[in-house]
């Protein structure tokens, strides 16, 4: 009789995350922005099309600020400062879609304006097929 596959005899074998990024997704989890506290109120358990996100999810050396793992889905809320990072942001969004995740962005005064139309957008792209 074989040994049936689990994470625990090594048949599958596990992505290790860095542990600093763990430690950073933690720190920023418990220092969410005024705006990432808003969107993640209004995310949260299930809330849209019964869709569950986490937020400061690890991605390979990245950090998203909302993930849906399920659905491959990536939110990320842009500051002033992302003006400035349009490269840096660029190659980060280009880094998480070749690793399957489609990336929605939106910026701060979107969240705190129109949250009914980012609502609205983050429904659309669950309602879209996840990527292949």
Known sequence: MGVEPSPTNRA??????????TERARELRSDMTVVE??????????????????????IGKYIADFACV????????????????????????AYL???????????????MENMEGV????ALALAAAPPS
Request: proline content about 3%; charged content about 25%.
């Open 70 to 93: 399920a659905q491959k889905l990536v939110i990320e809320l842009d500051g002033g400062q992302h003006q400035d990072q349009v490269g840096y942001d660029d190659h980060r969004t």
């Open 37 to 58: 506290h808003k969107l993640w109120q209004a995310i949260r358990g299930e809330q849209i099309d019964g869709c569950k996100f986490r937020r400061q999810y690890v």
């Open 97 to 111: 879609q070749q690793q399957g995740w489609r990336v929605l962005r939106f910026w701060n005064n979107d969240v």
């Open 119 to 122: 609502l609205a957008g983050i």
């Open 12 to 21: 599958y074998p596990m992505k290790r995350v860095n542990p600093v990024s």
